[in-house]
């Protein structure tokens, strides 16, 4: 089953400063139908304007993945951590027992970015924060991965939960393949351009929602970067 979540249908809240398009409910975005898909709890589409952000703020049992599109951000949080990711890389906070953290975009331009929050395995256990650089050179053609709890993925940020998250950059043409593997789910968002994910046609920023299907087969229709999330 493959169905796609049109960009323009998904939630939404314009808070001046922050423009942001919610996959799943969120915040004041409730839709029943659309709590989460599997594991994966929340998947934000977020726009933040120069010198802004995210105040101080508490979370806890929770994986978040911020991949950024556009800009940089910069994280500080309760344990000491800072850092700025920039665009096309990505950041990991693993919440565990609670940890207190705030986001900027301290850039002079807009900063883009999708944050994607999957249940941990367990509850508890110590927070942590990292971010690692991940060139589109590394993913051409081809889903890299950039987070994972999963065996044998030892070169990805680590992540607390039975998933991946992986991203592909694809010119026009290009086709790249994705095991899913049987009972998983997955959901895929392009960045930017156009796909299809096994014959289904999808627009920027769109969602897709996967599942009984055991391998995936996606295809740019105009150059894309596309952003994957495998869980169960």
């Known amino acids: ?8 249908g998904i939630g939404a809240a314009d808070h001046g400063w922050l423009n942001a398009h919610h996959h799943f409910s969120f915040a004041g975005y409730h839709d029943p139908d659309r709590m989460g898909w599997g594991a994966l709890r929340v998947w934000n589409d977020d726009e933040i304007a120069p010198q802004s952000g995210f105040p101080p703020h508490p979370h806890r049992d929770m ?24 665009a096309g890389d990505v950041q990991v ?9 705030a986001e900027y975009n301290l850039e002079d331009e807009q ?3 999708f944050q994607i929050w999957i249940l941990p ?11 690692k650089p991940f060139p589109k050179a590394d993913r051409t053609g081809a889903f890299k991965t950039l987070a994972s709890g999963m065996p044998g993925d030892e070169e990805a940020l680590p992540i607390r939960t039975d998933g991946r ?25 392009p960045a930017s351009g156009r ?16 599942k009984d299907e055991t391998s995936l087969t996606v295809t740019a229709i105009e150059d894309s970067e596309v952003v994957l999330v495998d869980t169960i």
């Open 93 to 101: 906070m693993s919440a565990g027992s609670g940890i207190t953290h």
């Open 63 to 86: 994986e978040i993945i911020t991949y950024v599109r556009t800009g940089a951000i910069s994280h500080k949080d309760s344990l000491g951590n800072s850092g700025r990711t920039a």
């Open 121 to 131: 395995s367990e509850a508890g256990g110590a927070p942590s924060w990292g971010t």
């Open 195 to 210: 796909i299809e994910v096994n014959g289904t046609e999808a627009q920027a920023r769109d969602g897709v929602a996967v």
């Open 165 to 189: 998250v992986a991203a592909a950059a694809l010119r026009a043409g290009e086709t790249a393949r994705y095991n899913l593997g049987s009972g998983r789910r997955a959901y895929l968002v």
């Open 111 to 113: 900063t883009t970015l």
């Open 1 to 8: 089953m493959i169905e796609v979540r049109p960009f323009g």
